[in-house]
């Protein structure tokens, strides 16, 4: 086996940037396309494109001379990804699935289809036929509405929790779906290579900053019983079959306060809830990801230390040159590990690093927390 092809990723952001982290270990050849050549893998992988990997020539371009072709963002060009898989190139995600994960809607259908457990749904076309379905009692508040493609990292999902917030819906196609009574949210990250192995890593337990909407601390392995274990595992077994996937498959899952395990939505690419691999588990999701795309044997995903992982946000506040006030302290601290991804600009809650924390137990992992929140800031000059 050669270890000696040449691998393009889509998008050169912090997970193209640990990616490629991971790769120099085995002296991989990475390149990367995105529109700044100041993108945080930049200066990581061998050679940086400059163009938009959601641009069908410049995918198409970028691909030419390459082996393999992975993603780090879901929002490229498929058309161009299918062509280069029609000229016998590896390209990992499967464009015609990239596709179906693109779009929030075709997505939930495809779990209905699958029979994979999900939150009932109806898709729309537009705010005033959501109206129109509150209006004749189809939709109760509390639901959820969910832009079917222009979202990510929480924006362009809307939370109805009364009929008072209807002036909240936001136009354009969309996905209505029940609200969960949520009683955690979970993630398993599964992944698979050509010879047909499929592995899981640990179920983390996510916790969200609810102003911003997005994931600010996961814990690992998540506080939760044999069961529901066994459930979330089953479910992203499941859901990584159905999709008939290589590489990395991040399934984000609610699990109800009765008891039942729901899948939310997937990612198929390295993820924001498998940071924590780096340093807690035996090999991270990247050098999974690197073992799929080369359909080289799957490394072992189990978990060496309980772990939390805190992203590291712009402060609300604060808008500019970006400043890691109170780093010196953090250092102090034993068994944490500080990752800046070196985006020049820090913007409220843009995600600009996060830390892992190693620790005998969650007591222990979010006293350390607790202090690097209070003492770390992401602020402007
Ligand atoms: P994104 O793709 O932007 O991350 P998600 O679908 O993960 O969007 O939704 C963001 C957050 O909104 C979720 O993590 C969860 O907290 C909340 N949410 C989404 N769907 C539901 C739902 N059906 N019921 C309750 N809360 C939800």
């Known amino acids: 086996m050669s270890l000696r092809k040449k691998i393009g990723i889509l998008g050169a952001g912090q997970l193209g940037k640990m990616l490629a982290i991971e790769g120099a270990n085995w002296h991989l050849d990475l390149e990367a396309l995105d529109s700044s050549s100041n993108s945080p893998a930049a200066h990581l992988v061998h050679k940086m494109t400059e163009g938009h990997f959601n641009d069908y020539q410049a995918v198409l371009d970028f691909g030419a001379d390459k082996d393999i072709i992975t993603i780090e963002i879901e929002h490229v060009n498929t058309d161009a990804l299918r062509v280069l898989k029609q000229q016998g190139k590896t390209v990992i995600p499967d464009p015609d699935v990239l596709d179906i994960i693109k779009d929030k809607g075709r997505q939930k259908e495809f779990y209905k289809q699958h029979d994979l457990p999900t939150s009932p ?17 189809t939709w109760i508040a509390p639901f959820v509405q969910k832009s079917r493609t222009a979202g990510y990292d929480g924006k362009g999902v809307v939370i109805i929790k009364s009929n008072n917030e209807l002036h909240k819906l936001v136009d354009g196609p969309c996905v209505i779906e029940e609200a969960v009574d949520i009683d955690k949210e979970l993630a398993v990250i599964a992944v698979a290579n050509k010879m047909g192995e499929l592995k899981i ?48 498959l991040a399934i984000e899952m609610f699990l109800s306060k009765d008891g039942e395990v729901l899948i939310n939505e997937v990612a198929p690419r390295p993820h924001n809830s498998g940071h924590h691999t780096i340093e807690a588990c035996v090999s991270s999701q990247y050098q999974q990801h690197l073992r799929a795309l080369l359909n080289l044997p799957l490394g072992d995903t189990s978990l060496r230390s309980p772990a939390m992982m805190i ?36 913007k409220p809650f843009r995600k600009m690093g996060h830390i892992t924390i190693l620790g005998d137990d969650f007591e222990a992992v979010n006293t350390k927390a607790n202090q690097i929140r209070q003492t770390l800031k992401v602020i402007s000059s």
């Open 201 to 248: 890593f640990p179920v983390v337990e996510m916790l969200f900053n609810p102003e911003a909407n997005l994931v600010e601390n996961l814990f690992c392995p998540a506080r939760i019983d044999d069961t529901t274990r066994k459930a979330a595992e089953t479910l992203a077994i499941s859901t990584m079959q159905a999709y008939g996937l290589q590489g990395l």
């Open 311 to 346: 992203n590291l946000l712009g402060h609300p506040d604060h808008q500019g040159p970006a400043m890691y006030s109170g780093i010196e302290e953090v250092l102090k601290i034993s068994n944490v590990f500080v990752h800046i991804y070196g985006k020049e600009t820090t």
């Open 121 to 137: 749904f109806a898709l729309y076309n537009d705010k005033a036929e959501v109206l129109a379905a509150v209006e004749n009692g």
